[in-house]
């Protein structure tokens, strides 16, 4: 109906948003390009372009039908987040003092990776805390050799995931330890293995922070 994906990196986003409430709600393209930030009104042409089409009422009643379903999860997503937040606070809030002031990462990411691992007296060690996030490799047999595989990918995906980002952004930091450590191995391993890798180090020097 609207291909607003070839302006607009993300279609659900504040602009993205505006765009669609305004079709829905029958307003013409010059009052829904005043709700826009000055960044996409520079690509009018081409939105006036895309809106430059009529849409039947059924149409716009669904379109509205789904943008209240995407604000009702919104609200759904922020109370939940709210949640995560306030859990690992109570709860954990040395670990989180730790955490955020050493990962570089935002609070809720802090908060939903502890809240995701829960004690860290349950592992005792920081490799057990590596293999219970699935972050190390599987290890098989071939006649009398050993090889390592793809990692088990165990535990918890959103914790997982979280400590990947983390990797990701410590191997963008220049001057890093964690940097010399990712670069060293991705000459080896290639880049996908080193993010995992650097994880996995990452994943230990948590359990260190905590635990010691």
Same mark, same amino acid.
């Given at each position: +109906?609207?291909?607003? @994906? ?7 986003? @504040? ?17 829904? +390009? ?61 670990? +989180? ?32 805390? #590596? ?9 098989? %047999? ?10 088990? @990918?165990?535990?918890? @995906? ?6 990947? %980002?983390?990797?990701? #952004? #410590? ?31 990452? #994943? ?9």
């Amino acid at each position: +109906m609207f291909n607003l @994906k070839d302006v607009l990196t993300d279609i659900f986003g @504040k602009s993205g948003r505006a765009i669609l409430s305004g079709i829905s709600s029958g307003k013409n393209v010059d009052q829904i +390009m005043e709700n826009l930030s000055p960044n996409v009104r520079n690509k009018s042409a081409q939105i006036r372009e895309i809106l430059d089409k009529e849409i039947s009422q059924s149409a716009a009643f669904r379109l509205n039908i789904c943008l209240k379903l995407i604000k009702c999860l919104d609200d759904e997503i922020e109370i939940l987040e709210i949640e995560i937040f306030n859990y690992a606070y109570r709860n954990h809030e040395r670990e +989180m003092e730790i955490l955020v002031s050493v990962l570089g990462v935002g609070e809720l990411g802090v908060a939903t990776l502890i809240a995701e691992i829960g004690d860290f007296k349950d592992f005792s060690s920081g490799n057990k805390l #590596a293999s219970w996030l699935g972050i190390v490799p599987n290890v098989y %047999q071939s006649a009398d050799k050993y090889h390592n595989g793809r990692i088990t @990918k165990r535990g918890s @995906k959103e914790a997982r995931w979280i400590l990947i %980002q983390i990797a990701q #952004a #410590a191997a963008r930091k220049k001057n890093s330890k964690l940097k010399e450590f990712f670069n060293r191995k991705k000459k080896s391993i290639g880049y996908a293995k080193a993010i995992v890798a650097l994880a996995r180090k990452i #994943a230990t020097i948590i359990w260190h922070l905590i635990r010691q």
